[in-house]
């Protein structure tokens, strides 16, 4: 792998145009974070932590194929700068660039929990789980400064409701009171990512997130407390970490994982360029063979937008990855279910019966 050009402790090399802009807009820096993982320095771009006021937290996910009815993000962008990551094209909507722009200028949604409380209580809202965040990560570093997820916790645990959370840092062990006292009334559930067992692939791939150690022993943790966690391998890159699926799974079962789950990269709207343009620089040698087998996983495209194939591909080494996850699942997981989340405790604490202290 070839570092000597990269921007240190960032996964974007660059900015890309935002699609739905003319004009070229300016941020404050207000906050500025280095990168200490590994003795790398950071780049020296700030990150900026930019305060918004939503009239509205809970999103209502129309996407048959990505498992849930409702998502709350307590932030927009995110700083861990995984290359791949698909919501890095939301960035655009904020008149922001997926590329840099989106792992250094971070939406902080400060009125998250009150909008939540809010909405959960009204007679009309039915008890369904609502996933932490189905977009960006809520436990990325700005959440130790922020505490909103904590805090959106907290009104999940006082209206007895259920929840689900997906993250890559080992930062939600921090709040282990608290998912303890969800999973009692199996209110809870979590989706830890895991890209690889490697750490090496993982700081190319995902510069700012927690180790792999890390992310190990918060599956153990968690499910040593009852908290039922599922392993997203995800997503599965041809040539990149494609090879490792039958070891992850072993691993992750040994430690208490319940399931896992799965998604072949898709480089969709401008994630194509920031992502070629990524591996170029790190992984010359093998760059060429990887987009290409990308590619034969989406018709001989970098991005296949078609509900219900664009995150299980198609063509040889597609059937290949479903087939080493469907073995994984027969070896590893076979007498082990993912529960279903309590939804019948929540009417009878909307008027906040219930206190966490």
Known sequence: MNHSTNIKGRGAQKNVHNR?????HETRADFLEYCHKEGELADKNKTTYIQTFPKTIINKVTSPDVGMEFSLNPYQGCEHGC?????????????????LDFERKILVKKNAAELLEAKIK??????????????????????????????????????????AIITKNAL???????????AKDNLVSVNISITSLSEETRRVLEPRTTTIKKRLE???????????????????????????????????????????AFTIVRLNGAI????????????????????????????????????????????????????????????????????RLNRTLHEKYKNGQYSLF
């Open 218 to 260: 918060t599956v153990q943790t968690l499910a040593e407390n009852g908290i039922p966690v599922n392993v997203m391998l995800a997503p599965i890159i041809p040539s990149i970490n494609s090879h490792e699926i039958l070891p992850l799974a072993k691993k992750v079962s040994e430690l208490g994982a319940t399931s896992i």
């Open 122 to 163: 009204k007679k009309s809202w039915k008890a369904c789980p609502i996933v932490l965040s189905g977009n960006t990560d809520c436990y990325q570093p700005a959440e130790k400064q922020f505490e909103i997820t904590r805090n959106l916790l907290k009104v999940f645990l006082k209206y007895k409701h259920p929840v």
């Open 272 to 339: 194509g360029e920031i992502f070629s343009d990524w591996i170029h620089k790190t992984m010359p040698d093998k760059a060429a063979k990887v987009l290409h087998q990308i590619e034969s996983c989406h018709g001989g495209n970098l991005n296949d937008s078609r509900y219900g194939h664009r995150m299980r591909g198609e063509g040889k080494i597609a059937e290949q990855i479903r087939n080493l996850i469907k073995l994984a699942r027969l070896k590893y997981f076979k007498d082990k279910k993912m529960p």
């Open 20 to 24: 739905f802009l003319q004009d070229v």
């Open 172 to 182: 939600i062990l921090r709040d282990l009171n608290i998912l303890k006292a969800l």
């Open 83 to 99: 290359i791949y990551c698909y919501a890095r094209n939301s960035h655009e909507f904020w008149g922001f660039s997926a590329g």
